[in-house]
């Protein structure tokens, strides 16, 4: 672990992972809070719907929130939305009827704050790309960390005597978050980079296209599961399960997200996606035959261990791929039609488990990440720039930093 006890010794590193975790934490409630809270009018399709219209809200507007950061910077897009989203999310606890609800879930998602976009490009600047697969894996792990204890809260205040209490709580965490990530030196300091004199379109460029084709299968099939989880567990009679597998999905996570970050740098960026990619297919096919209890915790945990890999080598090979002048905004856009078939995938992930089988919604997941690998397979030339070791240099110091040590 000492490459990690020597990435905390860079000032911004302790900056970025404190200040947008409160706001991280409201992300990870928000899909089952809002789950919950719709789930009020007897339906868990249109529970899944409202969930779905949300995140097809956010993800629509994601590659425009992350081109106005590259053009003009992350202070004002985070002052103006945080709040926005945290009011946002009162309105719908309040609401009690079944349209309007529908209605206050998708403008909630439009007002999005971008968080995760706006943290992603401050880590070159805060350690420098040597150092980005460690920072990423960080992140992850605290993306992780966030999304284990997201679920727990929001599970526990919606069930608990005070339901309302999970919206009003993640509006809270969004305001002390998102608005502790505004203020910060390193945010008002950041500068978008130089655009290229010759900008080719974003569309155009056949890394992106490719990881636009991967991205629709794995939105889809994990918006499904993710509303085939909770969906599962209340059909069943045992809703307050959905933490303990959520739970255990997000701390494996975090063990896999660090574990990606001290792989050796003689591996590269999509030699190791593709083969931890293989294994998260594998892993996967279990899914379909458990049942929510610890046959679906043990699972949902082995899921979790490899996707937390997985996002470290994936930040990798965007940050080799993408064109100069596009932190934000290649990644914007990617979720902006990963997050639409997410939501598609969440509001038919309801009412595939009311209707048919949550142990069928299951295995439409396994099947979109089997073809998201057999994409990334047979697409792998326009990724090229990410299949590139680094110098001899930079794999000597790759090699002490994970060599064995007493200290």
């Known amino acids: 672990m000492k490459r990690y006890r020597e990435l905390f010794q860079f000032p ?19 899909g089952l809070a809002i789950f919950f809270k719709v789930s009020e009018t007897q339906s868990i399709t249109v529970a899944g719907i409202a969930i779905g219209l949300n995140a097809m809200a956010g993800s629509f ?42 209605i206050l879930a998708t403008v909630m998602g439009l007002t999005a704050p971008p968080i995760n976009l706006s943290v992603r490009p401050m880590w070159k600047d805060a350690v420098g ?11 992850t792990a605290v993306m992780s960390t966030a999304g284990v204890i997201g679920p727990v809260i929001a599970t526990t205040l919606a069930l ?8 009003v709580t993640a509006a809270a ?41 991967e991205g629709c299968f794995i ?50 960026p999509l030699g190791a996606l593709r083969k931890t990619y293989f294994i ?9 035959f458990t049942y929510p209890d610890w046959s679906m915790v043990i699972g949902g945990a082995l899921l979790g261990l490899v996707g937390g890999a997985i996002q470290v080598f994936y930040w990798e090979v965007m940050e080799a791929v993408r064109p100069q002048g596009s932190p934000s905004g290649m990644m914007g856009w990617l979720w902006t039609i990963e997050g639409t078939l997410m939501s598609i995938g969440s509001a038919s992930g309801g009412w595939i488990s009311e209707k048919f089988s949550p142990n069928l919604a299951m295995g439409i997941t396994t099947i979109c990440i089997g073809c998201g690998f057999i994409i990334l397979t047979i697409g792998r030339g326009r990724l090229y720039k990410a299949n590139q070791l680094p110098s001899d240099e930079a794999d000597l110091a790759a090699m002490k930093d994970n060599a064995p040590t007493t200290s």
């Open 173 to 213: 965490f969004m305001l002390i978050g998102g608005g502790s990530l505004a203020v910060t030196k390193i945010a008002r300091n950041w500068q978008p980079e130089k655009q290229p004199e010759n900008k080719v379109p974003m569309w155009r460029l056949k890394p992106l296209q490719l990881l636009v084709v």
């Open 129 to 139: 790309p040597d150092w980005l697969r460690t920072a990423y894996a960080v992140d």
């Open 280 to 288: 998260w297919f594998i892993v996967s096919l279990p899914m379909a």
């Open 61 to 102: 507007t994601a590659g425009i929130r992350g081109a106005v950061m590259d053009k003009y910077g992350m202070y004002w897009p985070l002052r103006l939305l945080v709040p926005a989203y945290a009011a946002m999310m009162i309105a719908l606890n309040l609401s009690h009827d079944r349209t309007s609800m529908l």
């Open 12 to 30: 911004n590193v302790w900056v970025l992972v404190l200040s947008a975790f409160p706001a991280r934490v409201a992300y990870g409630m928000v």
């Open 160 to 167: 608990s005597s005070h339901p309302g209490s999970a919206l």
């Open 219 to 268: 939105g889809f099939g994990w918006g499904v599961f993710d509303v085939a989880v909770p969906a599962f567990a209340k059909l069943e009679g045992v809703p307050h399960r959905t933490a303990w597998i959520f739970t255990a999905m997000g701390i494996a996570n975090i063990v896999g997200g660090l574990l990606g970050g001290l792989v050796s740098k003689k591996t590269t």
